[in-house]
T-cell receptor, first 111, second 110 residues
């Protein structure tokens, strides 16, 4: 079952902050975040693991609430380059990344 | 240059024909994946492979087949049994914790 992302779309002015949420009905081992710009392949941003470990982007932060099966991606002081569609992906076991992706959040940053 | 290549970028086929999409990587990754992307539905996993000569069905495997005879290659065949094959197909590979995506193949079945 796909994780649910919110909001579906958001428009920001440069310098504003945004939060993208991802929730699952299943217990999670990890949450992955990717960004896809129009016409391009998705690019890895970060992964949050059960137990608190994080790996990834140093300018974007995220949280993972294991008890609520929720994750949030925080985009601060947004730049035009942040525009794109953000996908969260969830993994329920600690295997080799059978990741189930959400439907995406389309973020547009305007001058 | 290291990376993942998918060919062709655009592919047109007649209904009822099987078609094979190519995916090659020179990143020495053990794991490889195929996803389908439709507007508004995100990325859906078709098949994945953790090691040569082994692969598992993802969430939407019906109508698709794969092989993994070499570490570098993970071709996807879209068979005539796939009811709605027109979509954007993405291949990925990766170490643990991360996936690197290829540029994708846009398949249109006429």
């Amino acid at each position: 079952q796909q994780p649910v992302q919110s909001p579906q779309a958001v428009i920001l002015r440069e310098g504003e902050d945004a939060v993208i949420n991802c929730s699952s009905s299943k217990a999670l081992y990890s949450v992955h975040w990717y960004r896809q710009k129009h016409g391009e392949a998705p690019v890895f941003l970060m992964i949050l693991l059960k137990g608190g470990e994080q790996k990834g982007h140093d300018k974007i932060s995220a949280s993972f609430n294991e008890k609520k099966q929720q994750s949030s991606l925080y985009l601060t002081a947004s730049q035009l380059s942040y525009s794109g569609t953000y996908f969260c992906g969830t993994e329920t076991t600690g295997g080799y990344q059978k990741v189930t992706f959400g439907t995406g959040t389309k973020l547009q940053v305007i001058p | 240059d290291g990376g993942i290549t998918q060919s062709p970028k655009y592919l047109f086929r007649k209904e009822g024909q099987n078609v094979t999409l190519s995916c090659e990587q020179n990143l020495n990754h053990d794991a490889m994946y195929w996803y389908r992307q439709d507007p508004g539905q995100g990325l859906r996993l078709i098949y994945y492979s953790q090691i040569v000569n082994d692969f598992q069905k993802g969430d939407i495997a019906e109508g698709y087949s794969v092989s993994r005879e070499k570490k570098e290659s993970f071709p996807l065949t879209v068979t005539s049994a796939q009811k709605n094959p027109t979509a954007f197909y993405l291949c990925a590979s990766g170490p643990k914790y991360e996936q690197f995506f290829g540029p994708g193949t846009r398949l249109t079945v006429l």
